[in-house]
């Protein structure tokens, strides 16, 4: 599977973004999907996944309440809504796909990356 992360842009603190992942393959709705972000100088960490069927979803801590992944298996996309963004969100987000049902929130596990979306919050 191919990956196309899109969307990111540069918004104000307290801003809403709204961040797409479109998939290229026939087999899309085998894959569970993640948002992964990376801040300079720092590692690439956990956003949110969601798993083949959108029927479960896990959330970072740093983003619970504010953040919302989504999927569209006919459309072969997965959105994550970003919502009261502070600068400290300011990162690279990259989506990933990870074969299979469970939610994993380790990079090792995904073995499809896109090419990632800046996001700057500005305060």
């Known amino acids: 599977v191919q990956l196309q992360a899109s969307g990111g842009g540069e918004v104000q603190h307290g801003g809403s973004l709204r961040l797409s992942c479109s998939a290229s393959?026939?087999?899309?709705?085998?894959?569970?999907i993640a948002w992964f972000r990376q801040a300079p100088g720092k590692e690439r960490n956990i956003v949110a996944v969601i798993n083949y069927n959108g029927r479960s979803t896990y959330y970072a801590e740093a983003v619970k309440g504010r953040a919302t992944i989504s999927r569209d298996n006919a459309e072969n996309t997965v959105y994550l809504q970003m919502n009261s963004l502070k600068p400290e969100d300011t990162a690279v987000y990259y989506c990933a796909a990870s074969f299979g049902a469970p939610l994993r929130t380790t990079t090792n596990h995904y073995g499809y990356w896109g090419q990632g979306t800046l996001v700057t919050v500005s305060s």
């Open positions: 393959g026939r087999t899309f709705d085998s894959y569970a």
